[in-house]
């Protein structure tokens, strides 16, 4: 079992930025996929990036070219980089992570992960 953690999350202002980490332990196989989601209060909880075991990465359309997802080179973090952060970014961010050969086309789906952090809050106002 793969345990997550995140950590990074605070308030900051309209055009702001922040990084958000996920420190993974427990036994992570070579092939796999990992993720941050993002749920704001009354929303669904929404895929914002993912990045598979060979590096690809793949973000939801409302945060790219502002979000980046990356890891630690020994593979046991990841971040999430997010530049100019804006009040529709507001809300609980999650790591995601599971054993796949690769991560889905498009944004990450909730569905597709069984491993979940307790989520860090992103506040941003305007």
């Known amino acids: 079992h793969v345990q997550l953690a995140e950590s990074g999350g605070g308030s900051v202002q309209t055009g702001g930025s922040l990084r958000l980490s996920c420190a993974a332990s427990?036994?992570?196989?070579?092939?796999?996929?990992m993720a941050w989601f993002r749920q704001a209060p009354g929303k669904e909880r929404e895929g914002v990036a993912s990045?598979?075991?060979?590096?690809?990465?793949k973000y939801a359309d409302s945060v790219k070219d502002r979000f980046t997802i990356s890891q630690d080179n020994d593979k046991s973090t990841l971040n999430l980089q997010m530049n100019s952060l804006n009040p529709e970014d507001t809300g609980r961010y999650y790591c995601?992570?599971?054993?796949?050969?690769?991560?889905?086309?498009?944004?990450?789906?909730?569905?597709?992960?069984?491993?979940w952090g307790q989520g860090t809050q992103v506040t941003v106002s305007s």
């Open positions: 990045i598979d075991s060979d590096g690809s990465t």
């Open positions: 427990g036994y992570i196989y070579s092939s796999y996929c």
């Open positions: 995601a992570a599971e054993y796949l050969a690769y991560c889905s086309g498009g944004p990450p789906s909730a569905s597709d992960f069984n491993y």
